[in-house]
């Protein structure tokens, strides 16, 4: 398997403009989880799906962050508009289960850069 | 609430041995995690704790003590390659990842 895709890798954006970031998991893998991670406050969880339907998007800044997964091989998460407080690396990740033993499968991230 | 602790930044000689420790206090536990993650790169696994004691994997070790909230992660013949930061990530009862600041590992010759 060629192991969990994120689309783009880096993506630099004027303020206001919507982001789009993508997502392919790991074939078989029931749970996605999208991740932001910044210098000041490390690797957070946003929001995470189990079989496609969102469970927990309790960590979703606010109402600018929108994320959906529409089949089981695709999952976006959308920013509109974006700000320059956006700006970090956004981590997609995928595993088996959720519980005890699940190893999570991350992305190579996009930077993302919000001027 | 919910807590992790580890210490920002280590330094340590090539060679030799470095422990990384990692305190929590979470709603629950269901396991503790930890992480590599090289500069630029995302996390990778490296291992994984349930119940107490010592789990060894080559050069890389972790222990755990449920009763303490305590766990560590030894590194032994430390390589230069083992430059990174390292993730303690706890697994509380709902079966969320509580995640650790992280401590960045900087191997000297």
């Known amino acids: 398997d060629a192991g969990v895709i994120q689309s783009p890798r880096h993506e630099v954006t004027e303020m206001g403009q919507e982001v789009t970031l993508r997502c392919k998991p790991i074939?078989?893998?029931?749970?996605l989880f999208w991740y932001r991670q910044t210098m000041m406050r490390g690797l957070e969880l946003l929001i995470y799906?189990?079989?496609?339907?969102?469970?927990?998007d309790s960590g979703m800044p606010e109402d600018r962050f929108s994320a959906k997964m529409p089949n089981a091989s695709f999952s976006t998460l959308k920013i509109q508009p974006s700000e320059p407080r956006d700006s970090a690396v956004y981590f997609c990740?995928?595993?088996?289960?959720?519980?005890?033993?699940?190893?999570?499968?991350f992305g190579p991230g996009t930077r993302l850069t919000v001027l | 609430g919910q807590n992790i602790d580890q210490p920002t930044e280590m330094t340590a000689t090539e060679g030799a041995i470095v422990q990384i420790n990692c305190t929590y206090q979470?709603?629950?536990?269901?396991?503790l995690f930890w992480y590599q993650q090289h500069a630029g790169e995302a996390p990778t696994f490296l291992s994984y704790n349930v119940l107490d004691g010592l789990e060894e994997k080559g050069r890389f070790s972790s222990f755990l003590s449920r009763s303490k909230g305590y766990s560590y992660l030894l590194l032994k013949e430390l390589q230069m390659k083992d430059s990174a930061s390292y993730l303690c990530a706890v697994l509380d009862s709902n079966y969320q990842l509580i995640w650790g600041a992280g401590t960045k590992l900087i191997i000297k010759p």
């Open positions: 979470t709603s629950g536990f269901n396991g």
């Open positions: 799906f189990n079989n496609n339907v969102p469970i927990d």
């Open positions: 074939s078989g893998h029931d749970y």
């Open positions: 990740a995928s595993s088996l289960f959720a519980d005890y033993y699940n190893e999570q499968f």
